[in-house]
């Protein structure tokens, strides 16, 4: 019976294949619930250090001030340092157990493949898929999406004490994201853009460089040498090209960031310290408030 090779639509993503995909590899799930449980705990850490710090802070120089209250704080630091490194390392854990099946099974799958699909494919796409895009799945498992989950959590959990704290202040820091998002909105899609198109020329430069690499010796009996050159100069200069234009593009948005967020700060400083002085509001208000806002900042 003769093997077929199946087409595949590269320019076709499903989100249902790619969890179907996931789930198939086995990976450790009670491994990866007690690290995100571990992490969850870590961010539910970093949103009490606020309110114990605003406490600390208004009580220290005052008879009500509690060495209590500065040992809680310092176990929460602690807590926070032990329980997310542990939880790190099952989610790190989990990711590289997972590629090693996945990479086992796709070895497999390709020694296994008939002959026309190495006629048809490059060696070094075949390669690439083996090593380079199968740590794209350990990536999600171990980093984006655990950090997503957190973040999001962070986020709600630092806008939420941010109004109950001053909802004043909050307003106006929050009147500022539609601008910010605004401008950073269509700069962030021509660098997501940019950044497939680099990538996807870095992978086909990597797939011709090991193919002709491997065909050297007949390159050489051929006298092919100056025409693989050419070709190879065109396609570093594609790579060089698309690098150019992403670098144009991050010189632009990196000082647009700096000053929007350097300018918001300053601007939420100086209205806080009117507050204080008026006596409205507290200097341990001020700090939590700016230790929730770099929360903020970190997940962004």
Not at 209 to 229: D, H, P, T, V, Y
């Amino acid at each position: 019976m003769e093997t077929t090779t199946p087409t595949v639509n590269k320019n076709k993503f499903k989100m249902k294949d790619f969890i179907h995909l996931i789930v198939s590899v086995n990976p450790k799930k009670g491994l990866f619930l007690l690290g995100m449980l571990f992490s969850l705990i870590t961010s539910a850490a970093s949103l009490v250090v606020p309110q114990l710090t605003k406490t600390l802070v208004d009580a220290s120089g005052t008879p009500t001030f509690s060495t209590s209250m500065l040992v809680v704080l310092i176990l929460a630091f602690v807590l926070q340092l032990g329980v997310g490194t542990l939880g790190g390392f099952l989610l790190r854990y989990v990711g590289e157990s997972a590629v090693k099946t996945l990479r086992e099974r796709l070895w497999k799958h390709l020694l296994h493949l008939p002959v026309s699909y190495f006629d048809d494919h490059k060696s070094g796409e075949s390669s690439s898929r083996l090593v380079n895009d199968t740590s794209v799945i350990k990536e999600l498992v171990t980093s984006q999406f655990p950090s997503f989950v957190t973040g999001l959590i962070q986020l709600v959990g630092s806008m939420i004490i941010l109004f109950l704290m001053d909802w004043q202040m909050a307003a106006i820091m929050f009147s500022a994201v539609p601008l910010i998002t605004l401008i950073m909105w269509p700069i962030g899609k021509i660098m997501s853009k940019l950044g497939r198109q680099l990538q996807a020329a870095t992978a086909d430069f990597n797939a011709d460089a090991s193919e002709k690499l491997s065909e050297i010796r007949l390159i050489k009996a051929s006298n092919g040498e100056a025409s693989e050159q050419e070709n190879g100069r065109r396609n570093i200069g594609a790579i060089f090209t698309l690098g150019v234009k992403d670098a144009k593009v991050s010189a632009i948005l990196q000082p647009i960031m700096t000053t929007a967020m350097l300018g918001l700060l300053v601007g939420i400083l100086g209205y806080g310290a009117i507050r204080v002085q008026a006596g409205t509001l507290t200097s341990g208000a001020l700090i939590a408030f700016f230790y929730c806002i770099s929360l903020i900042l970190l997940r962004l």
